[in-house]
Structures are given as C-alpha cells and as structure tokens.
T-cell receptor, first 114, second 111 residues
Framework: DAKTTQPTSMDCAEGRAANLPCNHS???????VYWYRQIHSQGPQYIIH???NNETNEMASLIITEDRKSSTLILPHATLRDTAVYYC???????????????FGKGTKLSVIP | ETGVTQSPTHLIKTRGQQVTLRCSSQ?????VSWYQQALGQGPQFIFQ???????GRGNFPPRFSGLQFPNYSSELNVNALELDDSALYLC??????????FGPGTRLTVT
C-alpha cells in the first residue's frame, strides 16, 4: 500500500471549515484513499473514502487532486466534538474474502478552538 | 455507537501471564480484525478472522492468537505477556468490506 504524509497537528476555529491535507505521491491506480478519525479514548471511526472523484457524505468532503497524488478532507463547519486524530490511509480495493487491513500512520491531531 | 463492544475496559496483568480479550460484533458482520495501539502511535494490524478462520496476519508473534465464534463474538489471546504488550487493543468488524466498525478498546497494562 502507498505511504501517506500528513501534518502532525492543526488548529481550526469552531464553526470554520477544517481542511486536512494528505500527500500520497506514490499512489497506484487501483488504490483508494480512506479517512478515519479517532477521538480521545475511543476506537477509530470511518469518515469517507474515494478513488478519483470528489466524495461527500454527512460528515465530510474528500477532494482528490487530478493526479491523485494528494487529497484534502474537509469538515465544513468544525465543532469542538471534531477534535481528534485524523488518519489518511491508502490501500487497494478489497476483492478477496473478509476485508482489508488498515495501515495507520500517526495522523494529524486536529484541535478545534472555541 | 458502532454496535461493537469490547471487554474488559481495563486490565492489569503481570509479565509472563496470559490474557484473553473479548469483542462482540454487530450481527451479520462476518469479519473481525484486531489492532494494537501503543501510546502516541496509530493502531497496528494484528490479524483478521473471516467466517471463523484466520484471514491475514500482521507482524506479530505466534503468542498472539485469536478465535472467532458463530455468534459474531471473538477473542484475542496473548501468552507470555511482555511489558511492550501494554497498549490499547481494538477490534473492528465489518460486513461490506469497506467500512470497518471499531469497538472502544481494551486498555492492557503489563507490569
């Protein structure tokens, strides 16, 4: 699976958009970009994933550059409850039995400031 | 709430002992994965079970073993505990293959 690079930490004012970048310059054509987050003392939570088109769900938007070498997770109106570690993970689509393995890095610690 | 529960919440063991951690998945989730998370690090994949068979393993020694049961529950067993085994242990279950649902974890301390 391709390696990802994320900033160690970021701050965002409450109510503003939080834009979390991720670099995955060695991504292959069949690899997806996944985002998970982990709020303190809880298990990771799935946010969103995409291949090459921009994706949006009730939690966030995922913007993937045309060359797919980087992406940005956008939380449109950050709240204090969005304070967490955000993990960007790249991996191939899963087609075998069971499910894929997640390879977590250290992620980005997002602090939402009142 | 993910519908995935783990027990116990916290556990203290002595080096050399054995421990069993438990996970209860959502009904219908036929795949469960276990992860180890050391303090300040991201979770590391231990192994995965699919329909009660081991279906992949990370870089962990054989003293880490598991079981998955037909009632969507599973166990992680660790023998001969070492101090470095102190960590948060997470289980994650899924049925679709793309979204994994994590439990809250078990905090294991080895003294």
């Amino acid at each position: 699976d391709a390696k990802t690079t994320q900033p160690t930490s970021m701050d965002c004012a409450e109510g503003r958009a939080a834009n979390l970048p991720c670099n995955h310059s060695t991504i292959s054509g069949n690899e997806y970009v996944y985002w998970y987050r982990q709020i303190h003392s809880q298990g990771p939570q799935y946010i969103i994933h995409g291949l090459k088109n921009n994706e949006t769900n009730e939690m966030a938007s995922l913007i993937i550059t045309e060359d797919r070498k980087s992406s940005t997770l956008i939380l449109p109106h950050a709240t204090l409850r969005d304070t967490a570690v955000y993990y960007c993970i790249v991996r191939v689509a899963w087609s075998g039995a069971g499910s894929y393995q997640l390879t977590f890095g250290k992620g980005t610690k997002l602090s939402v400031i009142p | 709430e993910t519908g995935v529960t783990q027990s116990p919440t916290h556990l203290i063991k002595t080096r050399g002992q054995q421990v069993t951690l438990r996970c209860s998945s959502q009904s219908g989730h036929n795949t469960v994965s276990w992860y180890q998370q050391a303090l300040g690090q991201g979770p590391q994949f231990i192994f995965q079970y699919y329909r009660e068979e081991e279906n992949g393993r990370g870089n962990f020694p054989p003293r880490f073993s598991g079981l998955q049961f037909p009632n969507y529950s599973s166990e992680l067993n660790v023998n001969a505990l070492e101090l470095d085994d102190s960590a948060l242990y997470l289980c994650a279950s899924t049925d679709t293959g793309y979204e994994q649902y994590f439990g809250p974890g078990t905090r294991l301390t080895v003294t």
